[in-house]
């Protein structure tokens, strides 16, 4: 363990006498490439290590997408095709069934899959984490799974993106934030932990 890393944990106990939670919400595509190395190789990672308990996470799978409605028909077009577009329906409702912990942990290992809107891939990943691939996929084939996707394109709407991921801080963001956060998380995170103790 490097020092950073313990540094870091010991000053988490500390802090965890206290309460303090950073929120992050992070805004993605699920066949991005950057979102999936930010997702498995940074935020996940961290996510793990440092625990619900100080991040408040929020994961929005939805990105540069498109919702066009005509005719009472709606059309969803992503940037990365169909695929992407299936993809985020099955994380959106991993995230509505499942606790933050285990949702976030599927969407790791569904990003690190050779094939992520693949569903002998996903089902593995479900089955990995503990959770039910038939739920998800009930909710996926069901309306459900298109009102998710419905108000991640709202939230996202607010936000007018132009790159995914998109990480917002504590309700703000900045270029700042957004660069620290995408080159070193965790790293990011104990700092705005250790800040927020002060």
Not at 31 to 54: C, D, H, R, W
Request: proline content about 2%.
């Amino acid at each position: 363990m490097n020092i950073l890393m313990k540094v870091c944990l010991i000053s988490l106990v500390a802090i965890g006498i206290n309460g303090k939670q950073v929120k992050v919400q992070v805004y993605y595509e699920s066949l991005s490439s950057n979102s999936m190395s930010f997702i498995v190789n940074q935020l996940y990672p961290a996510f793990a290590t440092i625990g619900s308990e100080k991040i408040d996470l929020e994961l929005v799978p939805w990105g540069l997408a498109t919702e066009t409605i005509v005719d009472e028909t709606k059309t969803v077009v992503c940037q990365h095709g169909s695929e992407e577009c299936y993809a985020n329906k099955v994380h959106a409702c991993a995230i509505d069934a499942f606790d933050v912990i285990a949702s976030t942990g599927f969407i790791s290992c569904a990003e690190s899959a050779v094939f992520p809107a693949n569903d002998a891939d996903l089902k593995e990943c479900a089955t990995k984490v503990g959770i039910s691939w038939c739920e998800i996929e009930e909710c996926v084939k069901t309306g459900r799974g298109d009102e998710l996707q419905s108000a991640n394109q709202e939230k996202t709407a607010l936000l007018n993106l132009s790159y995914v991921p998109t990480i917002i801080i504590d309700g703000s963001y900045s270029d700042e934030n957004q660069n620290a956060a995408e080159r070193d998380f965790e790293g990011f995170i104990c700092g705005l932990l250790g800040d927020y103790d002060a």
